[in-house]
């Protein structure tokens, strides 16, 4: 007999619950095509991946009919590693990487082959997505595919059909107006497809980094005042008003001392350095982008930093200032996009606990800063008394 008590105790968590990425099948923005054959599809496909590859990067999955049959009439191709047993082929094609492999790729290694894809583009007669575009074709109807329609956002009408049918309709109401247009409205479609990766750019959210030990200044530099107030809350004002919403990486000590005064996130990877708050800051939100500043940048301008992002570039997977010398990415001032969450935690994997190795080793958008004496760094006494004294003289 179980007693009331038992009844209403909570839920037994065996795991840290984690804000998790917000994917579909393969990536952030994906759509998949379906209601026509596949050869008008990849068509489709193709004709948008070519007018809008300038400016994202655009990823295509389908199937192959062809291959498949081949292999059944003729066996595997001698010519090819997999068919003497190899697990895995790497080829390279001087135009681009060929990667072949032996065994299916599940749901979540098949997002870590997305991961660079601004756009996914789905033959969703093979596959599904978590956004369709519908074609109505009579060569190909949906009627018994209802199922796999459950974010429609566009539909195509092929080419004679005037008309989405009765049962669509029913299917669609009360989900808003859906456009139609004619599959030979590429203008249109490119427009709509430019659009959809438009809404799905991540919200930029910003990181006051100032949760180290400070140990050459022999007190926290957040807390210095250059400005009228303590470092932290300048950096922290310069963010917020850029920012979707803006927190204070800290340490456990600093968390306590913070109480209700700002926002904070308490590191969660420790011992990183700056890695470690930017760890933090994305797993605390990996859906959003991250513009993080260190405390210790007195000389930073908020005109700098509203730079930096109108220059943000959210195909890459960081947009960063060069140094002062021009020569590596400053990683304390960059804007991170979720891509980077994964690329961060492959590079600690690996044992770099450095996030400018990350940059240097990634498609990131390097920017050459207006004033380079805004990137001076102060970590010692008498360099606090210098730019006190240049601050001073402003």
């Known amino acids: ?30 759509l998949a095509i379906l209601g026509t054959p596949c050869g008008n599809i990849k068509q489709l496909a193709f004709a948008l991946t070519e ?37 895995l082929e790497y080829t390279d094609k001087i135009t681009f990487q060929r990667l072949d492999y032996r065994a299916a790729f599940n ?21 599904a997505a978590s956004t369709q575009i519908i074609v109505i074709d009579p060569a190909k109807p949906l009627a018994k595919k209802l199922e796999k329609l459950t974010n429609v956002p566009l539909i195509l009408l092929a080419d004679g059909v ?20 004619s599959l030979t409205e590429t203008d249109k479609i490119v427009a709509f497809v430019a659009d959809f990766y438009r809404q799905n750019i991540p919200l930029l959210n910003g990181l006051v980094l ?4 400070s140990t050459r200044m022999h007190t926290d530099k ?19 008003s850029l920012c979707a919403e803006t927190f204070v990486s800290c340490n456990a000590a600093q968390a306590a001392e913070l109480g209700s005064t700002l926002p904070y996130l308490e590191d969660r990877f420790l011992n990183l350095g700056p890695k470690g708050g930017i760890l933090t800051a994305l797993q605390h939100n990996p859906n959003a982008a991250w513009l993080t500043v260190a405390c210790d940048l007195p000389l930073l301008s908020a005109a700098t930093v509203q730079y930096l992002v109108q220059h943000r570039d959210p195909t890459k997977m960081a947009t960063a200032f060069y140094d002062p010398e021009g020569i590596f990415p400053e990683p304390l001032l960059t804007i991170w996009e979720p891509r980077s969450y994964a690329t ?51």
């Open 344 to 394: 961060l935690l492959q590079f600690l994997s690996l044992g770099y606990s450095c996030p400018r190795k990350a940059l240097i080793n990634s498609d990131v958008k390097l920017l050459t800063i207006p004033d380079a004496n805004e990137l001076r760094n102060v970590n010692d006494p008498e360099a606090y008394k210098e730019v006190k004294a240049v601050l001073g003289q402003k």
């Open 162 to 181: 005037t008309e989405v049918p009765d049962y669509m309709q029913t299917h669609l109401a009360g989900r808003g107006p859906v456009p139609v247009y």
């Open 51 to 87: 007018l809008l590859s300038g400016e994202i990067k655009i990823a295509y999955v389908d199937a192959d009919h062809k291959s498949a049959d081949a292999k059944v009439l003729n066996g595997p191709d001698a010519n090819t590693a997999l068919a003497h047993g190899s697990f």
């Open 1 to 30: 007999m179980i007693s009331n008590e038992s009844k209403n105790k909570p839920a037994h968590q065996k795991h840290t619950a984690l804000v998790r990425p917000q994917l579909g099948q393969f990536g952030r923005a994906e």
């Open 107 to 127: 749901e979540y290694e098949q997002k870590a082959f997305f991961r660079q894809a601004d756009l996914i583009l789905v033959n969703g007669n093979h596959f």
């Open 210 to 213: 100032a949760g180290g030990q």
């Open 222 to 240: 957040g807390l210095l005042n250059y400005h009228g107030h303590d470092q932290r809350s300048h950096v922290y004002q310069l963010l917020d």
